[in-house]
């Protein structure tokens, strides 16, 4: 497993109203950065997003479907005693799972459903910081053809 990546299957309550899952809990993720902000996304079948990495944001992916994301891992942190590996998960609608990335560790996903798929992320900054007035925290891998990340 990479140094500080956290990985917690998530619970689906059903019944007969549809079903519940809790995304975190602060007294079950220990002592990490907690969220500053939340979004959803709506990922195409077959489309990736990344890979690209953080300087100092760590992400609280959540993959609860519909559709399902192979999820890519590289740790790039130099200082790091799992520097150089790399991890694969298969998350969403048939494994239920909670993702936190930490700075430094590249990320990509990619909807290999057959329908769209919604991803919630909980970062532990702002984007673009208060009043969206700072730079973007992220490397794009993805814009790099010669980048050493590749999600194949």
Known sequence: MIQGVIIKPLKKSVDERGWLAELFREDELGEIPRPAMSYISLTLPGV??????????TDYFCFLGPSNFKLVLWDNRRDSPTYGEKQVFFFGEDNPALAVVPPGVVHGYRNVGVVPGL???F????????????EV????????????????
């Open 48 to 57: 990736t997003r990344g890979p690209h990495e953080h300087v100092h944001q």
């Open 119 to 121: 991803v919630i992320n």
């Open 123 to 134: 970062p532990d900054k702002l984007y673009r910081g208060p009043g969206r007035r700072e």
């Open 137 to 152: 925290d992220e490397i794009r891998h993805e814009d790099h053809p010669d980048s050493p990340f590749k999600m194949d």
